[in-house]
């Protein structure tokens, strides 16, 4: 990589065993990895499943965007930038509606203000890769 480019990740088991970093810096811009409710090792607020790996209860959708977008300030604290430098996020959920019904409030949280500037999607999928995991955000920053 150019004496511009640079990478940063948090650390955890599954960063080695899938092979990726968690944010890249090329030029003036930062592409961050999806985010997932992690603290170390450990998932927050883990979604209860069933034997078969089923989410039985959406409610704590919140508390894990809220800890995505923690995750993704950390990193790009790194690069000297916040959350105020993102441009664009993609919101994976494994519930829509109860995405949609959380994701306002919790953005506005995240980014400090009532219209984030961000563009922004949010997407339904029917899981993620662990089976507790409800939310998944992806981040680009320009600096």
């Known amino acids: 990589m150019s004496g511009k480019n640079k990478t940063e ?4 088991p599954w960063e080695e065993g899938y092979g990726y970093v968690q944010a890249l810096r ?10 997932v409710a992690h603290e170390g ?30 995750n993704a300030a950390l990193l790009l604290e790194r690069f000297g930038a916040s959350l105020d430098d ?3 996020e993609v919101i994976y959920v494994v519930d829509a509606a109860e995405g949609n019904a959380v994701a306002g409030t919790v953005r506005k949280e995240a980014y400090g203000r009532p219209d984030p500037q961000v563009a922004s999607t949010l997407v339904g ?3 993620l890769a662990f089976p507790e995991l409800l939310v998944e955000i992806k981040l680009v920053a320009r600096l």
């Open 9 to 12: 990740s948090h650390g955890v």
């Open 26 to 35: 090329h030029g003036d811009t930062v592409y961050i990895s999806g985010q």
């Open 41 to 70: 090792a450990d998932l927050v607020a883990p979604a209860p499943v069933d034997a078969d790996g089923r989410v039985t209860d959406f409610r704590n959708t919140a508390a894990q965007m809220r800890r995505c977008y923690v």
């Open 86 to 88: 993102v441009v664009d």
């Open 125 to 127: 999928t029917p899981r």
